[in-house]
């Protein structure tokens, strides 16, 4: 299988690599795209040497040739291009089977979506695809034949719930989700949350804006309104259920009662495998395992919308559709830096997504260019949202 | 859809009956089998209007008979056979499309073995079946094309979690035992466990044997046999996790790690619609259904099987194949009988089953009726033993 990774740098993007080496030469990275990491870019390039490297701007292409000649014991070096561009031919311009989407944001959107458009198999890790250009990007699905793949491990988990029954039998899809470290926090101590304690997450490492999203639920509300356009279900059928351990990723509730769940370790590279070679599923390490030799607890509660709006927000959005889900995105990125720049409190994340999302959720992109149009104008409402607010609380 | 039914009056019986209801015209139960339980059986033959039923003797035959004298508004009565060859009657002479194998005791096998060689479709309820009589069993299901669809909870989850992957893709099933009500009771009490408290079950209401079976663990032994001859697994690779919930009935390992678990409310209802509508799952009633808007915590922990050694000497049957699962069953029923009747106490139950097995634990039936005969053989050997037992003891 011969393979592009958009994101290369990232969580995923070093998880799948690791997955790639644990298929001993049966997946070949053919092109990597990543930001700005250097350092973790270059010995990359120097294992998996692709024909073709896409980095963020020319200033980082030179840092990545430099580091190739202090490194590279020979004179091969790959085609190294950068921007949109770069991230549009590692799809179009080598001859991949499958394009794993990890680069984070909306800049990895267009190169997704031509994937998508090719009829490539997509591992999905990337939440604009869904959340911000999910009508147009199932249209195109549909046309091309394209699998879609989730590598999140709660709609991959569902992925695999789902092959328990047909698709007119299911009833209703069940995300888990950790709840986060406000899971008992009073209402009342909410606003006085610092973005040190939010950053802790109980469960899973991850970057920064993720961990936050995590904090306020607004990830579980994305992956709501990403479940509703991968499996196509009504957001009414998608529900939420706390389960502080994180070892049952999802579950489907089929019409006759029957409720099938995906449990397992949380580690990325099952999924990420999983979205490789499915229908397959193949021999993974030992230590990738659940164990059921000692006492294990497994806890499960409903999520507070009052003391988590976002969560709510996100529902409301994935009813609206049309750009919702895209300016509850941007709006929300713009929210969680003003809130790590303490610009604003933890509630004004919701505060600002909520009045964001009244001055621009309405609109209903119909292009791709049209959703970056619409990601850019939300972003700038909120900008300005979040600065108003700034002021009035500082 | 055509049904018969072996053991329409006991709890299984009784609940096919309901299913049959909900299917609202779409089942026809045209044979009922029963054991001595008329005031059970002629409102269900008023009701269903089977064209054959099977009682356990003339006397019942006649007080039947009577009954609907007295209760049947119409001169319409129903063939009535009694014994193994009514057993027989109810699936060689009713053109039935499946059959429901819910008789307790190996008095259900060779009905049970004549519908699989007839290649119809079996919902299996009877234990016997596969503890007894598993190798020659599944010999006829595949020579014949039969369907095996078991109703116990935790097999028809199996069942279920299979759907996620294939076979050669399974490491190990998973099947969750209550723990019964000497979960936490220490080794040095349960010498003095009385009929009383071993009757007492935790989650499930069931019969007198089964309810003992189940605080012995016995009865998860027995599932663990027919869990190797249902889906061909050696003993080695199913697992047993007590989890006193009773809500995961059952989970598959696949060798890339994840995990599918079949969770679902406690009613037979579910396993047995299951059974016979697989592979539609159809339509549930509302009360069916798991609820997540309430706190639930789902408890895992491994088997003691230095407290259970049923449990242990289950594996040890399965791993020895040939007859010692028919052993294994005839001993325990007798053990159990021994035990309520006061006659040796509650480690007596392993005590007289162990020394039958060793007894007569090696015969290698290759035949029905040798079958038969090794149940016949290990029932007078165990009754010669807890006699015994009963006289140390006494």
């Known amino acids: ?24 030469g049966r997946v070949r990275p053919l092109a990597l795209a990543a930001g700005r990491n250097v350092d973790e870019l ?14 963020e701007d020319d200033g980082v292409r030179r840092r990545v040739l430099e580091a190739l000649d202090q490194s590279a014991l020979d004179a091969w070096r790959p085609e190294i291009l950068t921007g949109q561009e ?16 990890a680069a984070v944001g909306v800049v990895g959107l267009p ?17 604009e695809v869904l959340v911000a250009a999910g009508e147009l990007v199932m249209v195109a699905a549909t046309a091309s034949g394209a699998e879609l793949l989730p590598v999140d491990s709660e709609h991959n988990a569902l992925h695999q719930c789902l092959r328990a029954g047909r698709r007119e039998e299911v009833d209703r899809l069940i995300l888990t989700a950790s709840g986060g470290p406000f899971r008992r926090t009073p209402a009342s101590e909410m606003e006085a949350v610092t973005p040190e304690q939010a950053l802790r997450h109980p469960t899973w490492k991850m970057g920064a804006r993720i961990t ?5 639920m607004m990830n579980k509300g994305f992956e709501v309104i990403e479940a509703c356009w991968l499996f196509g279900f009504g ?31 949380p580690d990325m590279k099952l999924p990420i495998r999983y979205a490789l070679t499915d229908p397959d599923r193949e021999q993974g390490p030992p ?19 009052a003391r988590f709006p976002l969560l709510r927000l996100a529902y409301e959005a994935a009813e609206s559709g049309g750009g919702a889900g895209c300016v509850l995105n941007a709006a929300d990125e713009v929210a969680v830096a003003a809130f790590l720049d303490r610009e604003i409190p933890y509630l004004g994340i919701p505060g600002v997504v909520e009045k964001t999302l009244e001055r621009c959720g309405d609109r209903r992109p119909s292009t791709l260019s049209e959703v970056v149009a619409l990601d850019r104008e939300a972003r700038a409402a909120a900008k300005e949202i979040a600065a108003a607010w700034a002021v009035a609380v500082g």
């Open 1 to 24: 299988m011969r393979l592009s990774i958009l994101g290369s740098t990232g969580s995923i993007g070093r998880n799948t690599l690791q997955v790639v080496r644990e298929m001993a």
């Open 287 to 305: 230590e990738r395992r659940l164990r059921w030799d000692a006492v294990r607890n497994l806890e499960f509660e409903p999520p507070d919308l």
């Open 212 to 216: 936050i999203d995590s904090s306020t």
């Open 86 to 101: 770069g991230l549009l031919a590692c799809v179009a311009d080598v001859d991949c089977d499958a394009v794993v989407s």
């Open 42 to 55: 270059v010995p990359q390039i120097l294992e998996f040497r692709p024909a073709l490297v896409s980095v």
């Open 235 to 265: 957001p009414e059928r998608v529900q939420v259920v706390v389960h502080p351990q994180s070892i049952v990723h999802a579950m489907v509730e089929y019409r006759d009662g029957s409720v099938i769940a995906q449990l397992g370790p």
């Open 111 to 127: 190169a997704t979506y031509e994937a998508i458009r090719r009829g490539k198999r997509v591992a999905l890790a990337n939440k």
